[in-house]
Each structure stands twice: as structure tokens, then as C-alpha cells.
């Protein structure tokens, strides 16, 4: 793909900035060009997204109209999955199995918002004046910044736009660097579906120059961010001196658990997959490993052997589990935080190299990793890796045990393996995150809500009060009986 226009207000046109490119990791093959937006398309794109979110058509427009368009993007991005999974997949090498299953997440998205949007309404506050009726309405903020990351585009992208949407707002989406396809396609799809002109907007380009311009803009009144905590709080400062609202889906570190009574198979299948599904480049990837000490020998055995059962390979292939990287230099920084590993007294039990196979040289792949022998204050145990590196520590009482899970500056999720639901459920109460999963792991919901705890974000993205997340509240009095006011009598 050569040249690929962006959409700036409603138009497909050249980026006006630098040249950039999407390169697929499997083998970094260039697979399309585009030049970025400019600061002269993120103000066109903010002018129009204002005019388009002030038009009485669309301010007017019923919420059934506003649900009809969300249906439609639903059905069209059913119809074109498949588009959508290459797209994905060749953006960031995620395996196609689970870019197929972002991709129906994201149409569920758009229908979950169009039924919010159909339902929700305002609130008639009980009378404390027989004569004064008060209402209370929610109204749309405006124009929303959205910034995305590059490990799960379509889910993050739509996460954002469909309730900013539905709740009657302009968005402009600031897709990652690496992956400017999946976005501009739903953009597409928004446009076939009938959304107003200048009501989406897609740019991509530098988070330092076009992300910075965006969300510094007079004109954008939220910024929905997710990304890593350091960008998270930069622009929580810009956000608090524009005195304007964020939502902030940040990074994290989060500690899997298995208690000594847990089904030891499904535990081992569960720890596997939290960790190493999209190669740990997932927020919620289940890096600490927790597991009581009677356990660990059977477990860890477990573990290693579905682990170095797994299939590094091209993601495009259907029976892959482990694609690559999503760059060199992301790889590099895997790498550096396994020799830290070593260093500081880790010993790699399985993988922790760079596989051998020629066929996949020309790709950034790096095999599963687990490292035991560290404790919880290893650097690897306190920094986020986004890769598919684990750390597997043994606890001895549940008083450590939960000291040493909650004993991080991130508080995103957690898992917890046992048999006993009342232990479990003690468990997930004492511990500082945003999400538990008990006997599972990385499912999620759309009516749901999902944030972090912590450094790992502020808010929560997904369930009914989502859409008011995008939205403003408004008092109104009236008066049925109207009568002077009352003053010094
Ligand atoms: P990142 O913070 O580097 O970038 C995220 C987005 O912010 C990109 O679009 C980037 O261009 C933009 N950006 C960067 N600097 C900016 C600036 N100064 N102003 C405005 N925009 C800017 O993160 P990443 O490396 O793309 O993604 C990985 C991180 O995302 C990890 O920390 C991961 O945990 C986190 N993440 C969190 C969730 C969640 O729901 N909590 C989900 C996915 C990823």
C-alpha cells in the first residue's frame, strides 16, 4: 500500500508531515507508506470536529439515529473481518487466532454502545419544592483526543469512539506509529456507515508532536489515553492545567497466584496464556507468578511443558501461538531486562533467547522466558517488560503472599487459582487492582468495567456509566408556579 490518505475532518487526504511507515514484525517487510499528520491537519481536524459536534443535525439527532450508525459499524466490521485480522495482524504481528478475536470484540463494542445509547437517558431528582421541578440531563463534552497503543489497535480504538460517539461527541483518534492501518480502516467503516463529516477524525503521526498538539488544543475538552503510565501522566498534567477530564488505561505488572489446593492443569493453562498471548505485550500480561511452595515442583513442570510446547511462528499462520515483537528495539529492551535478570541471580528455565530457526531471522521473535530464583524486588518483578518474560516465586503464607503480589506501583489485575471460592474471594479483596480473575484469566466483558488501581490508570473504560464518562451533567429548574423570588422577608 503506497501512499495511504489519512482522514482529516471528514476527508481522505495526504498527511501533511513526515513520512512514515507500517512495517509487518514477522518479517519487517514495508507494508504501507503514509505520510503522518501535520499540526496543521490536527487543526483542521479539531475545527471541523467542533463544527461537527455543534450542528443541530447531529446534536438533535435522536439516540436511536446515533445507535443506528453504531449497529451499522458493527455489522460492517462482521462482514469485513477478515480485512480487519490482516490488517491487524500485518500492523503488529499479533497471531491471527487472537486478532480475529479482537476484531469481533470491537463490532461487540459498537453494539454494546448503540444499546447504552438507546437506553440511557437523565434523572428526575425528587421535588424538595412543590412548585420546582428540577431535571438533570447529561450532555456531550465536545471534542475527545483518543490515543491509542499499538498492542491491540481495534479494541483500544473502539473502546474510545464508540461511546464518545453514542454519547454524542466529534473524536479524534491518534493511532501508534507502528499501527496507523486497523485505525484508518474503521474510519472507513464509520464513514460507510453514515457518521457526519468531521465527527471522526484519524491521525497518525509522533504521540511527542501530534499527540502533544492534540491534547494541548484549546478546542479538545477529554483526553482518553491508553499507553504506558510515564505518557499517562504527562498528559494528566496537561489535562489538569487545561482543567479538562482524562481517562488514563495505563501499564502493568500484575501477580498470577496459585493457592496449594488449585486444579494444577487449569492453573498451568491459564498462568500460560496470561502471560505469553500476544507475546506479554498486553497490559494485563500475568508477569508475577506467585505459586505456594507444596505446589511449585508439580506446577512449575506443568508450566514448562506447555510453554515449550508452544508455536513460535508467522503469525498469520492459524495454529501460531508466539509471533514476534512488534519492533527490533522493543526486542533490544526484552533482551536487556533478561540479562538484568540473570545478573541480579535469575535462572532461565525456559527460553530467554532469540529462537534459532532461520525461517524466523528476518522477524523479532523472542521465545517464552521463565525465570525462577528472583524475588519480588527484582528489577524484572518491578518494571513493566511488555514481553513474553515470567517471573516464578514460591510464598509460603498468605500474609507474604499478599505483601509481595500488592508490593508495586501498578494495580491493574490479578489472577487466582484454587479450589476453595470463599478463600479466593477473601483473597481478591485484599488485593490492590483493578481486576481478578479466579480460575481464568484475561477474559473480558464489555459490560464490565475495567480499569486500574494504582499507576495503572484513572477511570474505567467498558459498562453502562462508560458512556457517561463522555458526557456532562446539567440542572435544570423549573418553576410551575412562577412567583417572585423570595429575598429579605
Ligand atoms: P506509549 O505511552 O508510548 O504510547 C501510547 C500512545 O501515546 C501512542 O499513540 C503514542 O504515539 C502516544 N504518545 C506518546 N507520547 C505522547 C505525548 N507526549 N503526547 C501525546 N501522545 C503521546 O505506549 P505504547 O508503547 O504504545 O503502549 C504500551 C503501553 O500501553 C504499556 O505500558 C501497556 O501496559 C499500556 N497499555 C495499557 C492498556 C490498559 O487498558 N490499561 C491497554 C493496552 C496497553
Redesign the pocket.
Known amino acids: 500500500m503506497k501512499n495511504r490518505d489519512i482522514f482529516v475532518g471528514g476527508k481522505w487526504q495526504q498527511g501533511r508531515g513526515q513520512q512514515m511507515q507500517s512495517r509487518f514484525p514477522g518479517d519487517n517487510h514495508v507494508v504501507a507508506t503514509l505520510n503522518s499528520a501535520s499540526l496543521e491537519d490536527v487543526e483542521d481536524a479539531v475545527i471541523a470536529a467542533e463544527k461537527a459536534w455543534r450542528d443541530p443535525k447531529w446534536r438533535h439527532m435522536s439516540s436511536h439515529q446515533r445507535a443506528a450508525i453504531l449497529l451499522k459499524v458493527s455489522t460492517l466490521i462482521d462482514e469485513q473481518r477478515e480485512e480487519l485480522v490482516r490488517l491487524q495482524t500485518l500492523d503488529n504481528g499479533k497471531p491471527w487466532a487472537e486478532a480475529r478475536g479482537l476484531v469481533m470484540s470491537a463490532a461487540a463494542t459498537a453494539r454494546y454502545f448503540a444499546a447504552v445509547c438507546e437506553v440511557s437517558g437523565g434523572e428526575l431528582p425528587p421535588r424538595r419544592q412543590p412548585d420546582i421541578m428540577t431535571l438533570s440531563t447529561y450532555q456531550p463534552l465536545g471534542v475527545i483526543a483518543a490515543?491509542?497503543?499499538?498492542?491491540?489497535p481495534i479494541a483500544?480504538d473502539m473502546q474510545k469512539i464508540a461511546p464518545a460517539i453514542a454519547a454524542g461527541n466529534a473524536v479524534i483518534l491518534?493511532?501508534?506509529?507502528a499501527t496507523p492501518l486497523v485505525s484508518l480502516k474503521l474510519a472507513e467503516l464509520f464513514e460507510q456507515a453514515g457518521l457526519p463529516a468531521g465527527l471522526l477524525s484519524v491521525l497518525p503521526g509522533?504521540?511527542?508532536i501530534i499527540?502533544?498538539a492534540l491534547?494541548r488544543h484549546p478546542l479538545v475538552r477529554k483526553i482518553s489515553?491508553?499507553?504506558?503510565?510515564n505518557?499517562g501522566r504527562?498528559?494528566a498534567h496537561i489535562a489538569a492545567d487545561k482543567l479538562i477530564g482524562t481517562s488514563l488505561?495505563?501499564?502493568?505488572k500484575s501477580p498470577t497466584i496459585v493457592l496449594d489446593d488449585a486444579d494444577l492443569d487449569l492453573a498451568a493453562h491459564g498462568v500460560c496464556y496470561g502471560i505469553f498471548s500476544s507475546m506479554g505485550q498486553?497490559?494485563i500480561a500475568g508477569s508475577r507468578l506467585f505459586v505456594a511452595r507444596s505446589v511449585y515442583q508439580a506446577f512449575i513442570e506443568k508450566l514448562t511443558k506447555l510453554t515449550q510446547g508452544l508455536i513460535i511462528g508467522d503469525p498469520r499462520q492459524e495454529r501460531v501461538h508466539i509471533g514476534p515483537l512488534i519492533s527490533s528495539a522493543h526486542r533490544d529492551s526484552v533482551i536487556a531486562y533478561v540479562s538484568q535478570a540473570i545478573a541480579e541471580g535469575g535462572k532461565i528455565r525456559v527460553g530467554g533467547k532469540v529462537p534459532t530457526d532461520p525461517a524466523l531471522q528476518s522477524g523479532h521473535y523472542f521465545e517464552p522466558t521463565i525465570i525462577e530464583g528472583l524475588t519480588n524486588q527484582a528489577h524484572v518483578c518491578q518494571e513493566?517488560i511488555?514481553g513474553p518474560v515470567l517471573v516464578v516465586i514460591p510464598f509460603d503464607d498468605e500474609t507474604s503472599l499478599i505483601h509481595d503480589a500488592n508490593d508495586s506501583i501498578y494495580g491493574?489485575a490479578a489472577g487466582i487459582w484454587t479450589q476453595d471460592y470463599t478463600r479466593a474471594f477473601k483473597l481478591a479483596d485484599t488485593l490492590d487492582v483493578g481486576t481478578v480473575w479466579i480460575n481464568t484469566y484475561k477474559v473480558f466483558s464489555i459490560s464490565t468495567p475495567?480499569g486500574?488501581f494504582k499507576d495503572?490508570?484513572l477511570g474505567r473504560e467498558k459498562g453502562l456509566e462508560s458512556l457517561k464518562a463522555y458526557m456532562q451533567q446539567k440542572s435544570i429548574f423549573l418553576a410551575l408556579n412562577p412567583q417572585p423570588n423570595r429575598w429579605c422577608e
Open positions: 490515543i491509542t497503543p499499538w498492542n491491540s483500544s491518534k493511532p501508534a506509529e509522533k504521540g511527542s499527540g502533544d491534547v489515553f491508553t499507553g504506558g503510565t505518557t504527562q498528559l488505561e495505563l501499564g502493568g498486553a497490559c513493566e511488555f491493574l475495567f486500574g495503572s490508570g
